[in-house]
């Protein structure tokens, strides 16, 4: 038992029900960070002692390996913490333990000056972070000695607006201990692997090791004598080492795949990874990883991305992907260790702020540089990683304005080049294949490869050797909606507004020479589909194929429109233009019928097999089926 003197009562010296109330159900959103808060004030007061200690060694008292130690007491229900950092006097535990919101820390930080302050591994900035013990214990106990002090003083309370004070004589060493009576619906804490699995999670890098007594398998010798014939035997849980701190030079590539394994719980390997370390107006550490294997969820966590983790002073705050790198990089992994991130007052939160800014510019930076280099130097791994990310990749231009064309160098497509489905042709390919005389990037979306390389709408650019880009996935109808022009050319679908192909003022002439054979037919076209169509006209796409939609320069695709009516969406009123082939034998047939009855089927039938061809949806399929089965039917009889 601690002998004790008479015990004192004293009033917190603030609204102390009202603060510890907030802190208790609003301030911490999850109750397991009171052992990241503790951890991270012992780690304070080690490393206090530490600096202190530069000029006198004597506060040591012989005793210069600093650690953490975590103890359960499962049947008094009770967690502890104790270090053998500085220690508090009485005084000072009045001051920073018995008014809320006070930091020693802080004001340790504001004394000190030059390179001390830079090493300096001090965490807790709002003097706050004790009272989380309240979010899982009804009584907290703080039993604590100066370092070089004579007396140690123990301070309790329940968190009800009032603590006792009083001197204890046999506390043995320096330092401070934390005892958590833990709240009847908090006894998961008082598991052994729950607390190992929390220190694994907030606590691995912090400088000093972090203890608790190791657990004795049933059958082991120790358990066979019983725990009365043996001493209890202390072991390191955490790594008490963070290796994004340390040299470059010093860390193998296999000491970077481990990590990257621990801290992305990924089972494959990265694909590559930059480690840098700023130092100026700003102090910050970055160590990204690319993976090589995208999770089954990528497309669908924007909301949800815990990708990189913020560290401050080596101590985990929160997976803070969402602040730290816009969505199209959420599949970036790895660590941020800053001095001087602003956090709010729970650590929880990462303010919005200048340095913040700058610090998410310096990252997306740094990932865009490495993805450029991967590129220039290894085409196959830069494959690998398109292959698993380019769709989110994509999002990039309506989210990033500013690295606009630097993303859209990295991106990769496939185009009527090679016919090859494998995208792989950069932009810069694609404008140094068509040379200067050509001032349109073409492209063409669908809802799948081969709808993509086989539309209509490619014939004439085809013929004429006009290489177009070929896009199907689905996030790409949007994106090109972001995209205008690169290189002082502009983007154009294939599939959207006016095309002129017309080379030479021949090609002109016999356009509007089957412009005018056809006057007639387009005529009777447009009464016929005028409340599908906006307008017939000659087209100048197609070659093979009767007949196709062509959109105007704004409107969505076709098979998109498909997907958000499926999805519950109304979709604009728009109507498309029909563009006829007058050279195919389908439309010559069609221009010399005269029963009315029969123009007006054929005419629906090359309307909806156009609208098909463009992967559209029709408003009546049944009634299509019908009238190819009657086509069909005819031609049998004849």
């Given at each position: 038992m601690t002998a004790k003197t008479k015990s004192e009562v004293h009033p917190f010296q603030a609204e102390a029900q009202q603060v510890l109330d907030l802190m208790t159900h609003s301030l911490y959103s999850n109750r397991e960070v009171f052992l990241r808060e503790l951890i991270s004030n012992a780690s304070d007061a080690c490393d206090k002692l530490r600096f202190k200690a530069i000029k006198d060694e004597s506060l040591y008292g012989g005793d210069s390996d600093l650690k953490i130690r975590i103890e359960i007491d499962k049947d008094a229900g009770t967690v502890s913490i104790r270090d053998n950092g500085i220690g508090m006097a009485r005084a000072e535990v009045i001051e920073n333990i018995g008014t809320i919101a006070h930091s020693g820390t802080r004001r340790f930080l504001e004394k000190l000056t030059g390179d001390q302050k830079q090493d300096a591994q001090l965490i807790g900035q709002f003097g706050v972070g004790f009272y989380s013990s309240f979010v899982v214990a009804d009584r907290v106990v703080l039993t604590t000695r100066k370092a070089g002090g004579k007396s140690a003083t123990q301070w309790s309370s329940d968190g009800r607006g009032e603590y006792s004070l009083e001197t204890v004589s046999d506390f043995a060493g320096r330092g401070t201990r934390v005892t958590l009576h833990l709240k009847d619906g908090e006894k998961e804490f008082l598991e052994d692997y729950r607390l190992r699995g929390l220190i694994s999670k907030y606590s691995d890098h912090i400088a000093f090791p972090i203890e608790m007594l190791k657990t004795v398998a049933p059958g082991d010798e120790g358990d066979k004598k019983g725990a009365s014939e043996t001493a209890p035997e202390w072991e390191a849980v955490n790594q008490a080492s963070a290796l994004w701190q340390r040299p470059k030079a010093d860390i193998s590539d296999d000491d970077y795949q481990a990590f990257y394994k621990h801290v992305s719980h990924d089972f494959g390997p990265a694909l590559t990874?930059?480690?840098?370390?700023?130092?100026?107006?700003?102090?910050?550490?970055?160590?990204?990883?690319?993976?090589?294997?995208?999770?089954?969820?990528?497309?669908?966590?924007?909301?949800?991305?815990?990708?990189?983790?913020?560290?401050?002073?080596?101590?985990?705050?929160?997976?803070?992907?969402?602040?730290?790198?816009?969505?199209?990089?959420?599949?970036?992994?790895?660590?941020?260790?800053?001095?001087?991130?602003?956090?709010?007052?729970?650590?929880?939160?990462?303010?919005?702020?200048?340095?913040?800014?700058?610090?998410?510019?310096?990252?997306?930076?740094?990932?865009?540089?490495?993805?450029?280099?991967?590129?220039?130097?290894?085409?196959?791994?830069?494959?690998?990683?398109?292959?698993?990310?380019?769709?989110?990749?994509?999002?990039?231009?309506?989210?990033?304005?500013?690295?606009?064309?630097?993303?859209?160098?990295?991106?990769?497509?496939?185009?009527?080049?090679?016919?090859?489905?494998?995208?792989?042709?950069?932009?810069?390919?694609?404008?140094?294949?068509?040379?200067?005389?050509?001032?349109?990037?073409?492209?063409?979306?669908?809802d799948s490869y081969s709808a993509a390389k086989s539309s209509p709408h490619l014939e004439m650019f085809r013929k004429k050797g006009i290489e177009v880009l070929l896009l199907w996935d689905r996030v790409d109808e949007w994106m090109m909606g972001y995209l205008h022009e690169y290189e002082g050319k502009s983007f154009q679908s294939v599939a959207k507004g006016d095309i002129d192909l017309a080379a030479s003022d021949d090609d002109k002439k016999v356009r509007e020479k089957a412009e005018k054979k056809a006057k007639d037919l387009l005529k009777r076209l447009q009464e016929t589909l005028k409340e599908q169509v906006k307008e017939v006209k000659v087209s100048q796409r197609l070659t093979d194929s009767p007949a196709c939609l062509v959109l105007d320069e704004h409107d969505m695709a076709m098979h998109m429109q498909k997907l958000m009516k499926q999805a519950g969406h109304e979709m604009p009123g728009s109507k498309p233009v029909l563009e006829i082939n007058p050279g195919h034998p389908l439309v010559k047939r069609l221009d010399s019928e005269k029963d009315k009855q029969k123009f007006n089927e054929w005419g629906q039938l090359l309307f909806e097999q156009a609208v098909l061809s463009e992967g559209g949806q029709l408003d009546d399929p049944a009634r299509f089926v019908q009238r190819l089965n009657g086509i069909m039917l005819a031609l049998a009889d004849g």
């Open positions: 990874w930059a480690h840098n370390k700023v130092e100026g107006n700003q102090s910050y550490t970055s160590l990204l990883y690319l993976p090589e294997n995208a999770p089954f969820d990528l497309l669908t966590s924007r909301d949800q991305r815990n990708g990189l983790k913020l560290y401050v002073k080596r101590v985990f705050i929160m997976d803070a992907a969402e602040q730290l790198l816009p969505n199209y990089l959420r599949f970036v992994r790895g660590v941020v260790d800053s001095d001087d991130i602003p956090l709010n007052v729970s650590r929880e939160i990462l303010q919005e702020n200048r340095n913040v800014a700058k610090i998410r510019s310096a990252l997306v930076k740094r990932v865009l540089d490495l993805l450029q280099k991967m590129a220039r130097d290894d085409a196959d791994k830069f494959s690998k990683f398109w292959a698993a990310f380019g769709e989110v990749f994509k999002e990039g231009p309506a989210e990033d304005f500013a690295n606009r064309d630097k993303i859209l160098k990295l991106m990769r497509f496939a185009s009527t080049h090679d016919e090859d489905q494998a995208q792989k042709v950069s932009i810069d390919d694609y404008i140094s294949r068509v040379g200067s005389e050509q001032d349109k990037i073409y492209y063409i979306t669908a």
